[in-house]
Structures are given as structure tokens and as C-alpha cells.
């Protein structure tokens, strides 16, 4: 028979009904054992602890789901989606305020979206085709299917199309979503991952309160999914140089679902 694992060891020395750690977890620093983790859990998640020991799952089981993100929750793509091979959606680099660097800038308030593609281990995915498309400042969208009569800006890219490095990353520039009819400001994003079903789904700002709260799509989300395509917009330098000019950024992490799980990433 094998000796016992490190994590056994602890567990096995520890006595459950003395609240104190255990000697060996003071002094080796190792993950505490499984009664001194759930004290250290907020009251919501105890609760879901208590709800799942009571229905029979084991405490290896709940400590998984505990650990595991849920995946970002799918949306409609809606009917704008980007006709990559018409000449005017040809540029699709990361700064979507101009078509190229000598060209001039979009109307509209700049912002940068930061963002990180993970698995639901939270583990950074790389090799990962990031798209955003979205309306210009007016609320338009660069799509023949667009028939309100908003102005188009000739000098706004509409799309970007970003591949994640080894560390799950991605970045670009942006203005803020104009409103358009039945929809509060938002972007949309299609990520493809090697070996995975693709993820369609939406982003949404804090700031827009109200026009969320009357967005259909939007309200169709569960409160916690809600939570998870809805950023705060913070400034921060735009390069490394802390000098450097700052634009309203906010941080999305999508989290895709395992591979061969359809029902996580099927669109609505
Ligand atoms: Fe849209």
C-alpha cells in the first residue's frame, strides 16, 4: 500500500473537534484541512456547503465545485454580427478608434477593455480567437442588416479580431457602445478555443444602470451571470509608463466551460 499523500497526513491528524489547526499545519503552512476551510468560508457559501452535504454529495465533490468558476453564460449573437470579407471590415486590429494608425479617430469616448480567457480551473487559455464587434458612438452598427438611420462613422473599426498568448490575455481600445433601440450599451465577443464549442455571449457596463435594468437579453441572465459580463470602468495608464495618458479600462475574464460540454456554450 502506498504511504499516505501529504494533504491525507494533515487531514488525518486533524482532530475535528478541537477548533485549533493541527501542530503540522501551523508550521509546514500546508492547505488547511477540510473543517478549518469551511470556517474560513462567508456565509453564502456555507450555506450552499450545509445545502450540498445535506443532499448527499461528498465533501471531495463540494470542495470542487467550490473551486470551479462558473463558465461565462452564453448570449445571443445577435443580427450584426461582422461580414469579415467585404473591403470595408478589413482592418480588425486591437484599436478600434481607427482603422489605422494614420487615420483619423472615432467619435466617442475612449476606453480599454483588458481581458483574460480561462477554464473553469481558472487556468489561462492561450491559442484562443477573441472577436469583438459593436455599435459606434450613434449606435450603429457597419452591417447591411443595420436599418436605423443613425450615421455611420467612417472612422470607427466596428470589429477586432485578437489571439490569446500563453497567458490567456487580450486587450484593445475602444470607445463606449452607443445606445441603439431595446438595448443598453454593450459589446459582443465570439471566442473560439482549440477543442472547445465556441462561446458567443455579451459585455455590459455598471455605469448604465437603468438601461441594463430594461435590456431584455441583459435581464434574461441569472443575477450571478449578470455579475460576470457587467464592468466597472477605472482609469489607468494606457502603456507602461505611469506618465502616460489614462483612459476609463475595465477587466473581463471569460471563463469557458470544459471541452465537449455543449450546454455550457450554446447560444440562447
Ligand atoms: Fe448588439
Known amino acids: 500500500m502506498p504511504p499516505p499523500s501529504p494533504r491525507e497526513h494533515v487531514e488525518s491528524s486533524y482532530d475535528p473537534y478541537n477548533p485549533l489547526p493541527s501542530p503540522i499545519f501551523q508550521t509546514n503552512h500546508r492547505k488547511p484541512p477540510a473543517m478549518l476551510e469551511f470556517q474560513l468560508l462567508d456565509s453564502r457559501r456555507k450555506f450552499l456547503v450545509r445545502a450540498a452535504l445535506a443532499s448527499g454529495l461528498s465533501i471531495n465533490t ?33 484599436d478600434l478608434t481607427r482603422l489605422s494608425n494614420d487615420s483619423p479617430i472615432a467619435d466617442g469616448e475612449q476606453i480599454v477593455i483588458k481581458g483574460i480567457v480561462v477554464d473553469v480551473d481558472e487556468k489561462p487559455l492561450d491559442n484562443v480567437i477573441v472577436e469583438v464587434w459593436q455599435a459606434c458612438a450613434s449606435g450603429r452598427y457597419n452591417h447591411p442588416q443595420d436599418k436605423n438611420d443613425r450615421p455611420a462613422d467612417p ?47 455579451q459585455m455590459y457596463f455598471d455605469s448604465h444602470t437603468e438601461e441594463n435594468r430594461n435590456d431584455g437579453i441583459y435581464m434574461n441572465l441569472k443575477p450571478e451571470q449578470r455579475l460576470a459580463v457587467t464592468l466597472g470602468l477605472e482609469p489607468q495608464p494606457i502603456s507602461n509608463d505611469a506618465n502616460s495618458d489614462k483612459l476609463p479600462t475595465g477587466l473581463f475574464k471569460i471563463v469557458l466551460g470544459p471541452p465537449n460540454n455543449p450546454k455550457s456554450t450554446q447560444p440562447m
Open 62 to 94: 463540494i470542495q470542487k465545485a467550490l473551486a470551479e468558476l462558473p463558465p461565462t453564460a452564453p448570449q445571443t449573437k445577435g443580427p450584426f454580427y461582422p461580414i469579415p470579407d467585404i473591403e470595408k471590415q478589413k482592418h480588425f486590429d486591437a
Open 155 to 201: 472612422n470607427f473599426q466596428y470589429w477586432a479580431r485578437m489571439l490569446t498568448p500563453a497567458e490567456g490575455s487580450f486587450s484593445f481600445r475602444t470607445i463606449q457602445p452607443g445606445k441603439y433601440p431595446g438595448r443598453t450599451p454593450h459589446i459582443h465577443y465570439r471566442i473560439l478555443a482549440p477543442g472547445r464549442p465556441e462561446l458567443v455571449t
